[in-house]
């Protein structure tokens, strides 16, 4: 069964430093998505693309963050400037329509962000 | 803005036997959806059981079951006949429909299985 893979499985960084988070989504899907789960709280929606643009995006998603899908197959998300507080699990997630009937999102086993 | 809570960090069953995980949210939507995703140690989440909020009839899938009730915004979901792989952290989602399927999640559930 196809899987949304994401790389790293853990990313450690120094503050101040860009980091790239990379995902590749299900290959039919055209929805893709970012949450993040701090450690002991919710998982949290960042952003959702579609169409080679931001479809929406949440307070969190700030100037800091971008995402792109640079090749037909990845779908990044990077952070310009991390702080320590960007320490967390990110999880990219596809789906393949925002359809009546496919609205099911598959998610990734996530990327372990820590920021020393 | 919407929210869902689940009330309980964790529980335990035993095997074969029938747990409940409740979950509640707060929405003023009327076209949503609701889910129940698995997501075992060190792996990444599953969908477990989806409910759409038109729909009357209350969602299963094999062994799992919900009882939606739509004027409580209540969804809970029900296992029956435990079994050890169910050992797992189990998150409530709502979508509501269009705007992006931004999903809110719950804060979890960890369910553990004893043999």
């Known amino acids: 069964e196809p899987e949304v893979t994401q790389t790293p499985s853990h990313q450690v960084t120094q503050m101040g430093q860009e980091v790239i988070l990379r995902c590749v989504p299900i290959s039919n899907h055209l929805y893709f998505y970012w949450y993040r789960q701090i450690l002991g709280q919710k998982v949290e929606f960042l952003v959702s693309?579609?169409?080679?643009?931001?479809?929406?995006k949440s307070e969190i998603f700030d100037d800091q963050f971008s995402v792109e899908r640079p090749d037909g197959s990845n779908f990044t998300l990077k952070i310009r400037s991390t702080k320590l507080e960007d320490s967390a699990m990110y999880f990219c997630a596809s789906s393949v329509t925002s359809g009546r009937d496919d609205y099911e999102q598959y998610f990734g086993p996530g990327t372990r962000l820590t920021v020393t | 803005a919407q929210t869902v809570t689940q009330s309980q960090p964790e529980m335990s069953v035993q095997e074969a036997e029938t747990v409940t995980l409740s979950c509640t949210y707060d929405?003023?939507?009327?076209?949503?959806?609701l889910f129940w995703y698995k997501q075992p140690p060190s792996r990444q989440m599953i969908l477990v059981i989806r409910?759409?909020?038109?729909?009357?009839q209350n969602a299963t899938e094999n062994r799992f079951s919900v009882n939606f009730q739509k004027a409580a915004k209540s969804f809970s979901l029900k296992i029956s006949d435990s079994q050890l792989g169910d050992t797992a952290m189990y998150f409530c989602?709502?979508?509501?429909?269009?705007?992006?399927?931004?999903?809110?999640f719950g804060t979890g559930t960890s369910l553990t299985v004893i043999p």
């Open positions: 409910q759409e909020a038109y729909k009357q």
């Open positions: 693309f579609y169409n080679n643009e931001i479809s929406e």
């Open positions: 929405t003023s939507e009327n076209n949503y959806y």
């Open positions: 989602a709502f979508m509501k429909h269009g705007s992006g399927n931004q999903f809110y």
